[in-house]
């Protein structure tokens, strides 16, 4: 499995949108530190302002509101533009002629698929950290406030896509198509904004029957938005809404993709 | 030949392939008819030789290779390779395999590619250092710092023949492994495939040029619609026809003469004739009639039926004249 994954890896990033993302994650970083380089002030007291503006704010009320928005950003942007750039990962190997070159060799196919999601999720870890890990690491290495929040937020963000990356992995295996895993990812990803608000339409809905099984889809799939709330409320205020986001996200992550691989290994190549 | 940085307990002394009653059914869809793309498969192949797989196109081939690669599930029936169940991927570690329709990361070249596919069957990372110059140098295969996108097909085709010996397999299925080379190299791989078959290996050679499988093939059979019409040796397919091509140094009236009073009027193409005696002793009495004119006879040679045309005559349903 780790041939598959070390493999995996390099040609995620050598596609052009794995470029844009590794250009990106090289770039964000490099601006966002400069931008903070250039706000920052340390007074007397030892505290510090920033300039935001005509006017300096206290540091803890601007990273509060910029590490936020970061997260916002974050769970929206770059998870689209990494289901861009991994769903390849998760068809090219199932394509016609790879396909019986791998499966030929002496290892099992879920290793497989289990090395080439492990890429996926490793390449969208690793951007992530570069766009918005690092200046958060340098805002704690200047200025001494510990970001311990702000990396569980991206850490609930990495399982909102694990969980998408595995609901991909799960149709990659029925219908070998990329652009159809990017279209599965990005409705989930829009299906799960409308569930989480779901309670405000059921005054427009008048059959019971739908209200129940909106409810049941959202039990079932992942709740992205719902994690995207919650990363950016642990950040501004230190309280998890609920521990119950987190884990059903989880086992459908790890659900989902058994299935992906136990269906990969019984498919007939 | 020890095994390449694997150390696999496959089943020694058992066939290298082996299946009994093997069914395999595709259910297309809802409302299409299923596919029976193999039916009641029987085949052993022994250790050490070279087994020729023929058929039409669509004729189940593949899908007997797939169902020994463990790469699709029979229907029915049993099938094992060298004493194993084919989806046991620690058996797939003592073979190789060239598909058809190969497709090859274009991104790479060819030595980390074939460290990827050695890996892959468990090959240690000091063999497959070694093992690489041995095997591209097997395949002849120039320029392998180039990216696989620009290589040839021909050049491809012997990336996916150095891949499949990559773990120095003791079973190689090949499906079409001269597709796109020239004739030089398609004796390169006739060779080659000698010279693994010299040391021991099985091959299972898949493939639609039927001259090389008469070459080089120990064994061979025929698959239409899925089922076992002949097997045998090419030997016993390419039978004698009982039919001569007489070559004289010079035919002359008398020449003529000769040979119409033993085998009636015959149709000379300059010095040589087709001719086909009722029996050996005819033959032997135009010989002496010949020899008696006097003329030299430069040559006589039997004609016999090529696998292609016995090939032609199982497909299209025509029995072979005994």
Same mark, same amino acid.
């Given at each position: 499995m780790m041939a598959i994954f070390l493999r995996a890896f390099p040609e995620l990033i050598s596609r052009r949108v794995g470029m844009v993302l590794v250009g990106l994650a090289l770039l964000m970083p490099a601006l966002h530190i400069y931008g903070w380089s250039r706000s920052l002030e340390r007074l007397p007291d030892g505290s510090f302002v920033v300039h935001a503006g005509p006017t300096a704010m206290p540091v803890h009320d601007f990273l509060r509101s910029d590490l936020s928005n970061q997260l916002t950003f974050a769970h929206t942007f770059w998870v689209l533009l990494a289901i861009f750039a991994t769903a390849p990962a998760l068809t090219t190997f199932q394509e016609r002629g790879w396909a019986e070159l791998l499966f030929s060799k002496g290892l099992r196919r879920w290793e497989v698929l289990l090395g080439r999601y492990l890429a996926g999720l490793t390449a969208f870890a690793v951007a992530l950290f570069f766009i918005c890990g690092v200046p958060a690491l340098y805002v704690w290495w200047t200025t001494?406030?510990?970001?311990y929040r702000f990396f569980t937020g991206l850490g609930l963000t990495l399982l909102s896509f694990a969980s998408l990356l595995s609901l991909m992995a799960l149709v990659s295996v029925l219908q070998v198509n990329a652009a159809l895993l990017v279209m599965v990812g990005f409705v989930q990803f829009t299906f799960a904004r409308f569930l989480a608000t779901r309670g405000e339409l059921y005054v427009l809905i008048p059959w019971d029957w739908l209200k129940t099984l909106l409810d049941w889809l959202y039990y079932l799939l992942p709740k992205n938005a719902g994690l995207q709330r919650a990363a950016t409320t642990y950040l501004t205020t230190a309280t998890f809404v609920s521990w119950w986001l987190l884990w059903t996200t989880a086992v459908f992550a790890v659900a989902a993709l058994a299935a992906a691989c136990v269906l990969l290994q019984r498919k007939n190549i | 030949m020890a095994a390449v940085g694997t150390n696999t307990p496959v089943a020694a002394g058992a066939p290298a392939v082996e299946t009994a009653g093997l069914w395999k059914t595709y259910r297309p869809g809802l409302g299409q008819a299923p596919v029976r793309a193999l039916r009641d498969v029987t085949i052993r192949v022994e250790r050490g030789v070279i087994f020729g797989l023929l058929g039409q196109n669509g004729a189940g081939k593949t899908t007997l290779v797939k169902a020994l690669l463990g790469l699709t599930r029979p229907t029915a029936g049993a099938a094992r390779v060298l004493g194993c169940d084919p989806a046991d991927p620690v058996a797939r570690r003592r073979i190789g395999y060239l598909p058809e329709a190969m497709r090859l990361? !274009?991104?790479?070249k060819a030595e980390p590619f074939l460290h990827y596919m050695g890996a892959l069957n468990g090959v240690d990372r000091a063999t497959r250092k070694r093992r690489i110059p041995e095997v591209l140098e097997r395949v002849d295969? +120039?320029?392998?710092?180039? +990216?696989?996108? !620009?290589?040839?097909k021909g050049m491809q085709q012997r990336l996916g023949l150095a891949q499949a010996l990559m773990n120095d397999p003791d079973l190689l299925f090949l499906d079409e492994p001269t597709e796109g080379l020239d004739p030089l190299a398609r004796k390169q791989v006739r060779d080659l495939l000698l010279e693994l078959r010299a040391a021991g290996k099985t091959i299972f050679l898949n493939a639609h040029v039927l001259s090389e499988v008469e070459q080089v093939c120990d064994q061979c059979l025929i698959l239409k619609q899925g089922q076992v019409v002949r097997s045998g040796k090419p030997s016993e397919f390419?039978?004698?026809?009982?039919e001569y091509i007489l070559t004289l140094a010079q035919v002359t009236d008398a020449v003529h003469s000769a040979a119409q009073s033993v085998l009636g009027p015959l149709r000379w193409e300059g010095p040589s004739a087709h001719i086909k005696p009722r029996d050996r002793a005819q033959l032997n009495e135009l010989i002496d009639r010949l020899r008696a004119v006097p003329v030299e006879i430069e040559s006589l040679e039997p004609v016999k039926s090529t696998l292609e045309e016995f090939f032609i005559e199982v497909i299209t349903g025509k029995e072979p004249r005994e």
């Open positions: 001494g406030i510990t970001q | 990361p !274009e991104f790479m295969l +120039q320029a392998p710092r180039k +990216q696989i996108k !620009e290589y040839s390419t039978r004698k026809t009982g």
